[in-house]
């Protein structure tokens, strides 16, 4: 049996040569449905940024919904009607929005690591 050693970049990749009557035993999944670790990395990455997108997402829905409920609960029998603030309402809809774009793009990222390195996918639903 001989080896060969050979750098490509920064990585160095050793090739062993058996004789025709010898095989490497390989794992069921075979060589080429090996867990991409690169992806894995980005996978779990992403995942981990997801995360930390939903929450900041649910905190400014909460604000939101307290903004609403308040507004909701005044009736013009206390002797006073708040004035809803249209204005807050519209920047916190805007910040939800643009967390919900970047929520798809990382869902995105983290379905196309998902199929290199093994992962289940994410799915989404509209309600």
Do not use: H, W
Not at 12 to 20: A, C, E, N, R
Not at 43 to 51: G, H
Not at 73 to 98: C, D, H, R, T, Y
């Amino acid at each position: 049996m001989d080896s060969i050693i050979q750098s490509v970049g920064n990585r160095s990749i050793v090739v062993i040569v058996l004789p025709d009557d010898q095989t490497i035993p390989t794992s069921e999944k075979g060589f080429s449905e090996m867990t991409d670790y690169d992806a894995l990395g980005r996978y779990t990455e992403a995942s981990s940024k997801l995360s930390s997108l939903l929450y900041e997402r649910n905190e400014v829905i909460m604000q939101l919904q307290k903004l609403t409920s308040v507004a909701i609960g005044m009736s013009i029998s206390a002797g006073v009607v708040l004035v809803f603030n249209v204005v807050k309402a519209q920047e916190l809809i805007g910040k939800i929005s643009k967390l919900e774009e970047e929520i798809n793009s990382t869902i995105s990222e983290i379905n196309t690591n998902a199929t290199k390195c093994g992962k289940s996918t994410i799915r989404t639903s509209v309600q």
